[in-house]
């Protein structure tokens, strides 16, 4: 069996949540498992396409595989995070939500002139936080090397506004 279908087998579904209408993708049935936990990440080792000089993961569930995978790679991560939870001098970045706004941040020493940035989140929906994520990037000399997702809700299109940035996008399973 593949790692996407060990992924599809273990994610639970949870309808209405957080509102009606919504099929929530619940991904911590996976954290129970290490075995997958770890062929995970080496999906994701296997699947980056070129050199990298660090990974940025995206508060919350960004951290749990892409700090894993920084440390694989043997490369630094980078905590992007909610305006006012980083505490050091921070650089910001506002976008918009389909529901109001939203603000992330990252340490001001985070990214060098001309890094080569790869961006990790668990799921991957409209693309409006990666997005947010990369402008982060940019703002500090940053280049983006690609993206990586868990999961990718390939119906609501947001690889294709990430490839404004990167056409790296990867996927390990989509619905």
């Known amino acids: 069996m593949t790692v996407a279908e060990r992924i599809r087998q273990t ?17 911590t049935p ?26 940025a993961g995206i508060e919350s569930r960004g ?12 490369v ?15 650089i910001s970045h506002k976008y ?13 020493d ?3 002139e001309g890094m080569r940035i790869h961006i990790h989140d668990d799921l991957l ?4 936080t990666a997005i947010a994520a990369s402008e982060l990037i940019k703002k500090q000399g940053g280049k983006i090397a690609g993206y990586s997702f868990l999961v ?7 690889a294709e506004k990430l490839n404004t940035y990167s056409n790296q996008t990867a996927s390990l399973v989509k619905y």
């Open 152 to 158: 990718e809700l390939a119906f609501l299109k947001g």
């Open 11 to 27: 994610i639970r579904t949870i309808p209405d949540f957080p509102k009606e209408g919504i099929q929530f993708k619940d991904i």
């Open 30 to 55: 996976i954290l129970q498992d290490p075995i997958l936990s770890k062929d995970i990440v080496d999906e994701f080792v296997k699947l980056l396409d070129g050199k990298v000089d660090a990974i």
């Open 76 to 90: 630094p991560f980078i905590l992007i995070r909610k305006k006012g939870k980083l505490p050091y001098e921070t």
């Open 96 to 108: 918009d939500l389909e529901y109001g706004t939203a603000e992330i941040e990252m340490h001001t």
């Open 63 to 74: 951290f749990l595989f892409g700090f894993s995978l920084a440390m694989q790679l043997g």
């Open 125 to 128: 929906a409209t693309g409006g």
């Open 110 to 112: 985070s990214v060098n």
